[in-house]
Protein backbone atom coordinates (compact mmCIF):
# COMPACT_ATOMS: atom_id res chain seq x y z
CA UNK A 1 0.00 0.00 0.00
CA UNK A 2 0.98 3.58 -0.50
CA UNK A 3 2.58 5.31 2.38
CA UNK A 4 2.93 8.68 1.32
CA UNK A 5 0.46 11.09 -0.43
CA UNK A 6 2.17 14.23 -2.59
CA UNK A 7 1.08 17.20 -2.59
CA UNK A 8 0.28 18.46 -5.56
CA UNK A 9 0.19 16.09 -7.87
CA UNK A 10 1.54 18.44 -10.69
CA UNK A 11 3.66 22.10 -10.47
CA UNK A 12 4.27 24.39 -13.22
CA UNK A 13 6.45 27.31 -12.42
CA UNK A 14 9.19 29.98 -13.92
CA UNK A 15 12.57 29.37 -14.16
CA UNK A 16 13.75 31.39 -10.47
CA UNK A 17 10.52 30.44 -8.49
CA UNK A 18 10.71 28.58 -5.51
CA UNK A 19 8.75 25.22 -5.80
CA UNK A 20 7.00 23.37 -2.85
CA UNK A 21 6.19 19.89 -2.71
CA UNK A 22 4.66 18.38 0.63
CA UNK A 23 4.15 14.53 1.56
CA UNK A 24 1.87 13.08 3.98
CA UNK A 25 2.13 9.58 5.54
CA UNK A 26 -0.04 7.50 8.11
CA UNK A 27 2.13 5.54 10.37
CA UNK A 28 5.03 6.16 12.86
CA UNK A 29 8.51 6.10 10.86
CA UNK A 30 12.10 6.08 11.74
CA UNK A 31 12.76 8.30 9.09
CA UNK A 32 11.75 9.98 5.40
CA UNK A 33 13.60 10.26 2.09
CA UNK A 34 13.03 12.46 -0.60
CA UNK A 35 14.31 11.22 -4.71
CA UNK A 36 14.39 12.76 -8.30
CA UNK A 37 13.30 10.97 -11.36
CA UNK A 38 14.02 12.55 -14.49
CA UNK A 39 11.78 10.91 -17.02
CA UNK A 40 12.95 7.44 -18.12
CA UNK A 41 15.35 7.36 -15.72
CA UNK A 42 16.17 5.72 -12.33
CA UNK A 43 15.60 7.94 -9.04
CA UNK A 44 18.28 9.61 -7.14
CA UNK A 45 18.31 10.27 -3.79
CA UNK A 46 18.13 13.87 -3.10
CA UNK A 47 18.03 14.42 0.76
CA UNK A 48 16.97 11.36 4.59
CA UNK A 49 15.82 13.51 7.22
CA UNK A 50 15.14 11.31 10.67
CA UNK A 51 12.34 11.38 12.81
CA UNK A 52 13.88 13.14 15.49
CA UNK A 53 14.98 16.22 12.78
CA UNK A 54 12.92 18.83 11.92
CA UNK A 55 15.13 20.44 8.98
CA UNK A 56 17.85 19.49 6.95
CA UNK A 57 19.19 21.30 4.00
CA UNK A 58 21.62 20.43 0.95
CA UNK A 59 22.18 22.89 -1.44
CA UNK A 60 18.75 24.47 -2.54
CA UNK A 61 17.07 21.81 -0.98
CA UNK A 62 14.68 22.76 2.04
CA UNK A 63 13.01 19.73 3.87
CA UNK A 64 11.10 19.89 6.93
CA UNK A 65 9.40 17.16 8.40
CA UNK A 66 6.83 17.32 11.12
CA UNK A 67 6.11 14.09 12.92
CA UNK A 68 2.97 15.28 14.90
CA UNK A 69 1.16 15.71 11.50
CA UNK A 70 3.17 13.06 9.99
CA UNK A 71 3.87 15.44 6.86
CA UNK A 72 7.09 16.44 5.36
CA UNK A 73 7.57 19.44 2.71
CA UNK A 74 10.68 19.75 -0.36
CA UNK A 75 11.25 23.40 -0.98
CA UNK A 76 13.41 23.77 -3.85
CA UNK A 77 14.92 27.40 -4.73
CA UNK A 78 15.77 29.12 -7.55
CA UNK A 79 14.00 26.53 -9.62
CA UNK A 80 16.14 25.70 -13.11
CA UNK A 81 14.76 24.19 -16.02
CA UNK A 82 16.93 21.09 -14.97
CA UNK A 83 14.91 20.36 -12.07
CA UNK A 84 12.46 19.33 -14.03
CA UNK A 85 11.08 15.63 -12.66
CA UNK A 86 8.96 13.94 -10.54
CA UNK A 87 9.76 14.19 -7.36
CA UNK A 88 9.02 11.32 -4.30
CA UNK A 89 9.02 11.09 -0.60
CA UNK A 90 9.99 7.70 0.63
CA UNK A 91 9.83 6.79 4.37
CA UNK A 92 11.10 4.11 6.12
CA UNK A 93 9.47 2.07 9.27
CA UNK A 94 12.47 0.13 10.14
CA UNK A 95 15.47 -0.24 8.12
CA UNK A 96 15.83 0.78 4.57
CA UNK A 97 12.58 -0.85 3.64
CA UNK A 98 10.67 2.22 1.71
CA UNK A 99 7.11 2.61 1.39
CA UNK A 100 7.23 5.52 -1.86
CA UNK A 101 4.30 8.14 -2.53
CA UNK A 102 2.61 9.14 -5.71
CA UNK A 103 5.25 11.78 -6.19
CA UNK A 104 4.66 15.48 -7.87
CA UNK A 105 5.88 16.36 -11.05
CA UNK A 106 7.08 19.70 -11.21
CA UNK A 107 7.57 21.49 -14.72
CA UNK A 108 9.81 24.44 -14.60
CA UNK A 109 9.79 26.75 -17.57
CA UNK A 110 12.42 28.63 -19.36
CA UNK B 1 31.27 3.78 -14.13
CA UNK B 2 27.72 2.90 -13.82
CA UNK B 3 27.05 2.32 -10.02
CA UNK B 4 23.68 0.05 -10.46
CA UNK B 5 23.23 -1.33 -13.90
CA UNK B 6 20.39 -3.41 -15.25
CA UNK B 7 19.87 -5.51 -18.52
CA UNK B 8 18.00 -5.11 -21.01
CA UNK B 9 16.70 -1.58 -20.71
CA UNK B 10 13.67 -2.58 -22.48
CA UNK B 11 11.88 -6.08 -23.07
CA UNK B 12 8.95 -6.92 -25.20
CA UNK B 13 7.38 -10.05 -24.71
CA UNK B 14 4.32 -12.35 -25.23
CA UNK B 15 1.90 -13.53 -22.86
CA UNK B 16 2.92 -16.91 -21.46
CA UNK B 17 6.70 -16.39 -21.76
CA UNK B 18 9.56 -16.58 -19.41
CA UNK B 19 12.13 -13.84 -19.07
CA UNK B 20 14.51 -12.68 -16.93
CA UNK B 21 16.34 -9.29 -15.58
CA UNK B 22 19.65 -9.04 -14.53
CA UNK B 23 20.90 -6.38 -12.22
CA UNK B 24 24.56 -5.62 -10.86
CA UNK B 25 25.97 -3.06 -8.58
CA UNK B 26 29.89 -1.69 -8.38
CA UNK B 27 29.35 -0.38 -4.87
CA UNK B 28 30.00 -3.01 -2.58
CA UNK B 29 26.91 -2.91 -1.11
CA UNK B 30 25.17 -5.56 0.80
CA UNK B 31 21.83 -5.05 -0.14
CA UNK B 32 19.71 -4.88 -3.24
CA UNK B 33 16.57 -4.10 -3.93
CA UNK B 34 14.13 -4.60 -6.69
CA UNK B 35 10.85 -2.49 -7.66
CA UNK B 36 8.35 -2.20 -9.62
CA UNK B 37 6.72 0.74 -10.84
CA UNK B 38 3.59 0.71 -12.92
CA UNK B 39 1.83 3.23 -15.07
CA UNK B 40 0.53 6.02 -13.04
CA UNK B 41 4.47 5.99 -11.05
CA UNK B 42 3.64 4.14 -8.15
CA UNK B 43 6.78 2.16 -6.92
CA UNK B 44 6.51 -0.50 -4.58
CA UNK B 45 9.27 -2.80 -2.99
CA UNK B 46 8.94 -6.51 -4.14
CA UNK B 47 12.21 -8.24 -2.98
CA UNK B 48 15.58 -7.00 -1.23
CA UNK B 49 18.34 -9.50 -0.56
CA UNK B 50 21.22 -8.82 1.81
CA UNK B 51 24.30 -10.65 1.07
CA UNK B 52 23.10 -12.72 -0.49
CA UNK B 53 19.75 -13.61 1.94
CA UNK B 54 16.22 -12.54 1.14
CA UNK B 55 14.99 -10.67 3.88
CA UNK B 56 11.80 -8.69 2.38
CA UNK B 57 9.63 -10.86 0.36
CA UNK B 58 6.42 -8.81 -0.33
CA UNK B 59 2.82 -10.07 -1.94
CA UNK B 60 4.11 -11.11 -5.21
CA UNK B 61 2.82 -14.05 -7.38
CA UNK B 62 5.40 -16.71 -6.71
CA UNK B 63 5.71 -16.61 -10.62
CA UNK B 64 8.35 -13.36 -9.82
CA UNK B 65 12.03 -15.60 -8.20
CA UNK B 66 14.74 -13.11 -7.47
CA UNK B 67 18.43 -14.84 -7.52
CA UNK B 68 21.20 -13.62 -5.70
CA UNK B 69 24.38 -15.60 -6.68
CA UNK B 70 26.52 -13.39 -4.96
CA UNK B 71 26.24 -9.66 -3.46
CA UNK B 72 26.87 -7.94 -6.52
CA UNK B 73 24.27 -9.13 -8.50
CA UNK B 74 20.30 -9.48 -8.20
CA UNK B 75 18.67 -11.38 -11.19
CA UNK B 76 15.15 -11.22 -11.49
CA UNK B 77 13.58 -14.17 -13.18
CA UNK B 78 9.34 -13.61 -14.31
CA UNK B 79 7.58 -17.32 -15.33
CA UNK B 80 4.18 -17.17 -17.43
CA UNK B 81 4.10 -13.63 -17.84
CA UNK B 82 0.81 -11.89 -17.87
CA UNK B 83 -0.62 -8.68 -19.66
CA UNK B 84 -0.26 -6.98 -15.62
CA UNK B 85 3.36 -7.80 -15.12
CA UNK B 86 3.67 -4.87 -17.72
CA UNK B 87 5.95 -2.18 -15.79
CA UNK B 88 9.31 -0.65 -15.16
CA UNK B 89 11.31 -2.60 -12.84
CA UNK B 90 14.13 -1.05 -11.09
CA UNK B 91 17.09 -2.59 -9.31
CA UNK B 92 18.39 -0.84 -6.28
CA UNK B 93 21.32 -1.21 -3.71
CA UNK B 94 22.31 0.39 -0.29
CA UNK B 95 25.17 -0.29 1.95
CA UNK B 96 22.92 -1.73 4.49
CA UNK B 97 19.58 -2.62 5.55
CA UNK B 98 19.76 -2.44 9.23
CA UNK B 99 20.02 1.54 9.10
CA UNK B 100 18.33 3.64 6.88
CA UNK B 101 20.50 4.77 4.22
CA UNK B 102 20.78 6.17 0.66
CA UNK B 103 19.51 3.80 -1.86
CA UNK B 104 21.26 4.16 -5.44
CA UNK B 105 18.62 2.91 -8.36
CA UNK B 106 19.54 1.41 -11.87
CA UNK B 107 18.42 3.07 -14.92
CA UNK B 108 15.30 0.60 -15.47
CA UNK B 109 13.88 -2.29 -17.54
CA UNK B 110 11.02 -1.35 -19.02
CA UNK B 111 8.57 -4.55 -19.64
CA UNK B 112 6.41 -4.59 -21.86
CA UNK B 113 3.76 -7.45 -22.12
CA UNK B 114 2.00 -7.93 -25.47
Known amino acids: SQQGEEDPQALSIQEGENATMNCSYK?????LQWYRQNSGRGLVHLIL?????REKHSGRLRVTLDTSKKSSSLLITASRAADTASYFC??????????FGAGTILRVKS | DTAVSQTPKYLVTQMGNDKSIKCEQN?????MYWYKQDSKKFLKIMFS???????INETVPNRFSPKSPDKAHLNLHINSLELGDSAVYFC?????????????FGPGTRLTVL
Open chain 1, 90 to 99: ATSEYGNKLV
Open chain 1, 27 to 31: TSINN
Open chain 1, 49 to 53: IRSNE
Open chain 2, 27 to 31: LGHDT
Open chain 2, 49 to 55: YNNKELI
Open chain 2, 92 to 104: ASSQAFIQADTQY
